[in-house]
T-cell receptor, first 115, second 113 residues
């Protein structure tokens, strides 16, 4: 079974500082990996996804993530935080069952950006 | 373009009352459909998925049920709500055979009192 662990349920950074949100996965086969962002009382918006191509994936809003197989990690980064980045972030892994293809989510990391 | 609608946005229901949440997709046919729940302070848990009309797979034992009466309609129901059913419910769709592009609805905040 697949699983995702997000280290740190809350992360606080200053505006302009580096954002680093951690995600480790467990999967018996090469996974598909995702990062989603959720603003209060809204659905999830895809930031980026890894699908076995380039290990460094660039997403929207200046975010990027690097797939490291040796570390089973897919950490999300952004060089300079903006106030509008304050939200909850979810890492997810997709199984390869071609019918189901459901997402397994981590427990989420709430990002606070201090002025 | 494809869109997904979910309603209502918020709902407060007493314990023991019935529930019906609706999700519809536009602009595509034969999508894979999903219901997720996000309990307070927790991640999202897959409740049901459907690969076609009348085809429902349940992921966890629970007080809820799902139905797909039409190709682009996915309904989440309960006959008698429990306090533990409170949470944020998200519907999502993915194009069948179309890779990994999931689209989520805006969610329903359910509070059982």
């Amino acid at each position: 079974a697949q699983s995702v662990t997000q280290l740190g349920s809350h992360v606080s950074v200053s505006e302009g500082a580096l954002v680093l949100l951690r995600c480790n996965y467990s999967s018996s086969v090469p996974p598909y990996l995702f990062w989603y962002v959720q603003y209060p009382n809204q659905g999830l918006q895809l930031l980026l996804k890894y699908t076995s191509a380039a290990t460094l994936v660039k997403g929207i809003n200046g975010f990027e993530a690097e797939f490291k197989k040796s570390e089973t990690s897919f950490h999300l980064t952004k060089p300079s935080a903006h106030m509008s980045d304050a939200a909850e972030y979810f890492c997810a892994v997709s199984d390869r069952d071609t019918g189901r293809r459901a997402l397994t989510f981590g427990s989420g990391t709430r990002l606070q950006v201090q002025p | 373009s494809q869109t997904i609608h979910q309603w209502p946005a918020t709902l407060v229901q007493p314990v023991g009352s019935p529930l019906s949440l609706e999700c519809t997709v536009e602009g595509t046919s034969n999508p894979n459909l999903y219901w997720y729940r996000q309990a307070a302070g927790r991640g999202l848990q897959l409740l049901f998925y459907s690969v076609g009309i009348g085809q429902i797979s349940s992921e966890v034992p629970q007080n809820l049920s799902a139905s797909r009466p039409q190709d682009r309609q996915f309904i989440l129901s309960s006959k008698k709500l429990l306090l533990s059913d409170s949470g944020f419910y998200l519907c999502a769709w993915r194009k069948t055979g179309g890779g990994l592009g999931y689209t989520f609805g805006s969610g329903t905040r359910l509070t059982v009192v």
